[in-house]
C-alpha cells in the first residue's frame, strides 16, 4: 500500500515540476538565457496567492494575481536585467550571476515581509480521502495532474499550432536569422518569458496548499528544473515534462528506502546518472560539435 | 517606413561610399552602388571577393565601418535588421540557414509577415497568408513535401525551401546568395522560371553566382568585386568581355 501512496504522491509532485520545470526549459531552449531567476518567480508567485487567498479574497483573485506577479517578473526581469547586459555582449556567467543575485534578493524580500518560517493555504480540497484502503489522495493531487495535462497540451497546441509558437522554436533554432524575416527577437524572448513564468503559477499555487512553502522553496524549485532541463535533454519540452515526472516519481518513491532528507541527493543521483550514460538526455539530440 | 513602388529604374536602395575591414583585411573597399527597381543586378568575383560581407552590410547584419546605405530615400544608419527586413529588403544565405526540424511549412510560416507580432491576426488576415504560402509552394514545387521537415529534404528541395521563404515574404528588393549553385538542370530552369516571374512581377533582385551562364542569361547588369573593389558595374557584356576582369575571374589560365 505504501508504494502505491508513494507512487500517487510522486506523480503529484512530478506532475508540478513538470510544469515548473517546461517553464525553466522554454525560455532557456529559445533565448538561451539561464534564467536561475525562475525559481524566485515560483516563490513570487506562491507567496502572492497565499497574501491574496489567506487575507480572505478568494480563489479566483489569488490564481490572477498569482498570474500577474509571475508574468510581470519574468518581463521586467527581461527587460531590466538581461537585455542591458546582452546588449553588451555579457557572457553566460553574468547572465547566470545576476540572475542568481535577483533569485536572493527576492528571496530575502519575501522572508522580510511573510517570514522566514514555512507557511501553507488550508483549502477544501487540501483534505485527504482513502480511495482503496491505506491510500490517501487529496483532490489537490489530481487537480495537479489535470492541470499539468491540460497546461502542457495546451502548450504543446501553442508551439506546434500557431504562428507565435513557431516563431518562439525559430528563436531556438537561429536567433539571427528570424531577424532575416522581420522578426523582432526581443519581442519574441518576451513571449517565451511569459509563456514560462506562467506556466510556474498552478505548481507555485497547489505547492502552497500542499507540501507548503518558506522563502528558500525557490532554489529546490531551480535545481529540479535544471535537473529536469538536463535530464529531458536540453531543447526538448516532451523531454523536460517526462524528466520532471520521473524526478517527480524517484523522490517520492525513494522514501521506501531512505530517509526523507536523502530525497534530494536521489535527484541529483538521476542527473549525475544522465550525465555519464546519456549526455544528450531522455529525448535531446546529441549536440553536432 | 512605408512601402512604396517606385518605378522601373528608380533606385530602391543606393549604396555610398561602403568599407569594411576585418582585422587588417579590407573586406569591402568604398563601394557605391545603385540597385534600381526591377533590375536584376549579378554580383560577380573571386571567392573571398567580399560578396556576401557586402549583402552583411547593406542589411545591417553586420556593422558598416563608413559608408551610407539608403533605402527608398531613408537612410538606413542605426536602423535594426529586422525593421530593414519588414520594409521591403528579403535575402537568402549560400548555406541556406533553413529551420532543420521545422517542417516545409513551417519554414515558410517563419517568413510571413510579421508586423502585429504577438498579437493573433485577423481571419482574412490568416487566410490570406495560408493562400499566399500555398502558391509559393505549388511554384517551388514543395507543396507535396510541406509536413516534411527541412532536413529530411533533398539538395535541390532544399534551395527551393530558401527560395519559398524569401517568396513568402514579399520583399522588394531580393538578395539571393548562390541560390542556384548545384542545382540539376531540370532544378535550374525550374529556378529560372520563378525568378523571371518575380522580375516580371515587380521584384528587384541581387544575386551572387559564379556559373557564367545563369549571370548572362538572367542579369540586366552585372556588377564585378575583386578584394573587397567594385572593379565594374554595367552591361553584362562589357563587363565579362573585359579580358582584364577575365583574367582576374579566371586566373592566368585565360
Known amino acids: 500500500m505504501l508504494a502505491i501512496q508513494l507512487a500517487i504522491t510522486g506523480l503529484q509532485t512530478g506532475a508540478l515540476y513538470a510544469l515548473t520545470a517546461v517553464g525553466f526549459s522554454l525560455i532557456f531552449g529559445s533565448t538561451r538565457i539561464f534564467h536561475f531567476a525562475h525559481g524566485a518567480t515560483f516563490v513570487i508567485a506562491a507567496y502572492l496567492f497565499y497574501w491574496v487567498y489567506g487575507t480572505g479574497w478568494g480563489l479566483v483573485p489569488g490564481v490572477l494575481a498569482a498570474t500577474l506577479g509571475a508574468v510581470l517578473f519574468g518581463l521586467v526581469l527581461d527587460r531590466l536585467v538581461y537585455v542591458p547586459i546582452q546588449r553588451h555582449e555579457g557572457s553566460f556567467f553574468t547572465v547566470f550571476v545576476a540572475s542568481f543575485g535577483v533569485g536572493i534578493a527576492v528571496q530575502n524580500v519575501i522572508g522580510m515581509i511573510f517570514g522566514r518560517g514555512f507557511t501553507s493555504v488550508s483549502t477544501p480540497l487540501s483534505r485527504s480521502a482513502e480511495i482503496i484502503p491505506g491510500v490517501y489522495v487529496s483532490p489537490l493531487a489530481w487537480i495537479a495532474m489535470l492541470c499539468t495535462a491540460l497546461l502542457l497540451g495546451a502548450l504543446h497546441f501553442f508551439l506546434r499550432r500557431t504562428h507565435t509558437g513557431t516563431a518562439l522554436r525559430a528563436l531556438a533554432d537561429d536567433p539571427e536569422l528570424v531577424r532575416t524575416f522581420g522578426l523582432n527577437p526581443r519581442r519574441i524572448a518576451a513571449t517565451a518569458f511569459v509563456v514560462g513564468s506562467a506556466l510556474v503559477v498552478p505548481a507555485a499555487i497547489i505547492t502552497s496548499a500542499t507540501t507548503g512553502l518558506n522563502p528558500t522553496i525557490g532554489h529546490h524549485v531551480m535545481l529540479i528544473s535544471l535537473a529536469a532541463t538536463i535530464v529531458g535533454g536540453i531543447g526538448s519540452i516532451s523531454g523536460t515534462m517526462l524528466a520532471g515526472l520521473l524526478l517527480g516519481l524517484a523522490e517520492s518513491l525513494a522514501l521506501l528506502v531512505v530517509d526523507s532528507q536523502w530525497t534530494e541527493a536521489v535527484t541529483f543521483a538521476i542527473l549525475f546518472a544522465f550525465i555519464i550514460i546519456r549526455p544528450s538526455g531522455l529525448l535531446g539530440r546529441i549536440a553536432a560539435h | ?254
Open chain 2, 1 to 254: 517606413m512605408t512601402k512604396t513602388s517606385p518605378a522601373l529604374g528608380e533606385p530602391l536602395m543606393q549604396i555610398r561610399n561602403l568599407d569594411k575591414s576585418f582585422g587588417g583585411v579590407k573586406a569591402v573597399q568604398d563601394v557605391s552602388m545603385d540597385l534600381r527597381a526591377g533590375i536584376v543586378t549579378t554580383l560577380v568575383g573571386p571567392n573571398g571577393a567580399g560578396k556576401t560581407t557586402f549583402f552583411n552590410l547593406i542589411t545591417g547584419n553586420l556593422a558598416r565601418d563608413s559608408g551610407q546605405v539608403t533605402w527608398l530615400g531613408q537612410d538606413t544608419a542605426g536602423l535594426k535588421p529586422y525593421r530593414l527586413a519588414r520594409a521591403g529588403v528579403g535575402r537568402t544565405y549560400q548555406d541556406l540557414r533553413l529551420f532543420d526540424g521545422m517542417s516545409v511549412w513551417e519554414n515558410v510560416l517563419n517568413a510571413t509577415e510579421h508586423g502585429a507580432f504577438p498579437m493573433p491576426i485577423s481571419r482574412a488576415h490568416r487566410r490570406g497568408r495560408r493562400e499566399r504560402m500555398e502558391h509559393v509552394l505549388e511554384r517551388t514545387g514543395l507543396i507535396d513535401k510541406r509536413h516534411t521537415r527541412a532536413i529530411d529534404l533533398a539538395y535541390a528541395e532544399r534551395k527551393f525551401l530558401s527560395m519559398a521563404r524569401i517568396m513568402a515574404t514579399e520583399a522588394q528588393l531580393w538578395l539571393l546568395d548562390e541560390p542556384a549553385s548545384g542545382l540539376d538542370p531540370n532544378s535550374y530552369e525550374r529556378f529560372l522560371t520563378i525568378l523571371r516571374e518575380d522580375v516580371a512581377g515587380g521584384v528587384t533582385v541581387c544575386i551572387i553566382e559564379h556559373n557564367l551562364d545563369i549571370v548572362v542569361g538572367i542579369s540586366d547588369r552585372i556588377a564585378f568585386l575583386d578584394r573587397g573593389k567594385l572593379l565594374a558595374d554595367g552591361d553584362p557584356k562589357t563587363v565579362l568581355n573585359d579580358p582584364e576582369l577575365a583574367r582576374i575571374y579566371f586566373g592566368d589560365r585565360a
